[in-house]
T-cell receptor, first 118, second 114 residues
């Protein structure tokens, strides 16, 4: 597609449920990022993939958060046993270059998934 | 550690007047600096970047930004504001390397009055 696509746009879950958020990056983009944006804040880095390899997961807040990109294209962010503090907008971004490329390639963002935990 | 500061939560400007949205950064080594804009219920849209070279960078929609190494600043500017520029603006820094992850400021809400 023309841009980064995320689904669902909105997700409401009860505390303790598991959720899965999907990201379809721009075709051909090697790098894929997940960010978490709390209300009134800037996005915060969660994890990074280069193709199918997860090279950085330093931003994942707990072991309840898990991300994968098995074929180097679509990525899924899974949150297990959700808690109220997980409520946020989850943004996915992709960029053309990978590791070793200079950090000068802009990341292209999807519209995000707004997750609300009741 | 890398960080970005946007000292103004909100900037108000009249349509047709010049606007400035401030950003300062802290990073070891040479920074890669970005500005993004976010409209309600949308993702972030890339406006411009500074990597190296000229300190004045021109971007989308008539925006520009000036890199000042001595002041560690990267302020966003536009000579003549439009009502449609009203949105949330984020400054971000990357140090490149293995991840190229972005560190964002807290955002500045730009309100352009007609």
């Amino acid at each position: 597609g023309a841009g980064v696509s995320q689904s669902p746009r909105y997700k409401v879950a009860k505390r303790g449920q598991d959720v899965a958020l999907r990201c379809d990056p721009i075709s051909g983009h090697v790098s894929l990022f997940w960010y978490q944006q709390a209300l009134g804040q800037g996005p915060e880095f969660l994890t990074y993939f280069q193709n199918e390899a997860q090279l950085d997961k330093s931003g994942l807040p707990s072991d309840r958060f898990f991300a994968e990109r098995p074929e180097g294209s679509v990525s899924t962010l899974k949150i297990q046993r959700t808690q109220q503090e997980d409520s946020a907008v989850y943004l996915c971004a992709s960029s053309f270059g990978g590791q070793g490329a200079r950090g000068n390639q802009p990341q292209h963002f999807g519209d995000g998934t707004r997750l609300s935990i009741l | 550690a890398q960080s970005v500061a946007q000292p103004e939560d909100q900037v108000n400007v009249a349509e047709g007047n010049p606007l400035t949205v401030k950003c300062t950064y802290s990073v070891s080594g040479n920074p890669y600096l970005f500005w993004y804009v976010q409209y309600p219920n949308r993702g972030l849209q890339f406006l411009l970047k500074y990597i190296t070279g000229d300190n004045l960078v021109k971007g989308s929609y008539g925006f520009e930004a000036e890199f000042n190494k001595s002041q560690t600043s990267f302020h966003l500017k536009k000579p003549s504001a439009l009502v449609s520029d009203s949105a949330l603006y984020f400054c971000a820094v990357s140090r490149g390397g293995a991840t190229n992850k972005l560190i964002f400021g807290t955002g500045t809400l730009l309100a352009v009055q007609p």
